[in-house]
Nanobody, 117 residues
Framework: VQLQASGGGLVQAGGSLRLSCAAP???????????MAWYRQAPGKQRELVAQ???????NYVDSVKGRFTISRVSARKTVYLQMNSLKPEDTAVYYC?????????WGQGTLVTVSS
């Protein structure tokens, strides 16, 4: 499974961004069976889990983004999105998408999100 992340950029505090994680070379049925997640890593900090979306449709978010971020999947596009609203400077980080299936984990390249105050 190859993942292509995009959508990062520079935004002012209070603004929005939408990150995309595409798996264009993946068979749709395999894509739908993936447990997907977004992680982030801020400078000098450990990578942390931000949002999860299971193959069954369950979601989970780290407390700091609840009510602001939404993870979703569009099977026809073989893409998972992370809609980020009301961004804060502390959301600044490199964001990574992750897919997990049958105990194997796959990572996309990071995409940088910078939120200015």
């Amino acid at each position: 499974v190859q993942l292509q992340a995009s959508g990062g950029g520079l935004v002012q505090a209070g603004g929005s961004l939408r990150l995309s994680c595409a798996a264009p070379g993946t068979i749709t049925s395999v894509f739908n069976g993936l447990n997907m997640a977004w992680y982030r890593q801020a400078p000098g900090k450990q990578r942390e889990l931000v949002a999860q979306l299971t193959s069954g449709g369950s979601t989970n978010y780290v407390d700091s983004v609840k009510g602001r971020f939404t993870i979703s999947r569009v099977s026809a596009r073989k893409t998972v999105y992370l809609q980020m609203n009301s961004l804060k400077p502390e959301d600044t980080a490199v964001y990574y998408c992750n897919a997990e299936r049958i105990g194997r984990s796959y990572w996309g390249q990071g995409t940088l999100v910078t939120v200015s105050s």
